[in-house]
């Protein structure tokens, strides 16, 4: 299966920039969508950030100007440049990633995500 390990969060001051990087490893046989979601207590995970492999993204409106989805795809890895931050960017940021592998000689679509880091924001 795949494995998603998140690094690069951290305290920021607001107005200050952070990048988060998440690396996939495992046995799959492709990686389709690549994205970042994130959870702020009390409230349900939403959708920051997606990237296909082809180069195609989506950002939800409150992060659009601010932040930059990007993919190595030779390394199986996706980025988020958080710029401008606020207050109301705290949160733990999750990597999503969607693809097929193989069990056996059955292709199978996986969804995985990552454990979570923490993005905290000074006023």
């Known amino acids: 299966q795949v494995r998603l390990v998140e690094s690069g969060g951290g305290l920021v001051q607001t107005g200050g920039s952070l990048r988060l990087s998440c690396a996939a490893s495992?046995?799959?046989?492709?990686?389709?969508?690549m994205g970042w979601y994130r959870q702020a207590p009390g409230k349900q995970r939403e959708l920051v950030a997606t990237?296909?492999?082809?180069?195609?993204?989506n950002y939800a409106d409150s992060v659009k100007g601010r932040f930059t989805i990007s993919r190595d795809n030779a390394k199986n890895t996706v980025y988020l440049q958080m710029n401008s931050l606020k207050p109301e960017d705290i949160a733990v940021y999750y990597c999503?990633?969607?693809?097929?592998?193989?069990?056996?000689?059955?292709?199978?679509?996986?969804?995985?995500w990552g454990q979570g880091t923490q993005v905290t924001v000074s006023s």
């Open positions: 999503n990633a969607r693809g097929t592998y193989y069990s056996g000689s059955r292709a199978a679509n996986f969804d995985s």
């Open positions: 495992g046995s799959f046989f492709s990686i389709t969508d």
């Open positions: 990237i296909l492999t082809g180069g195609n993204t």
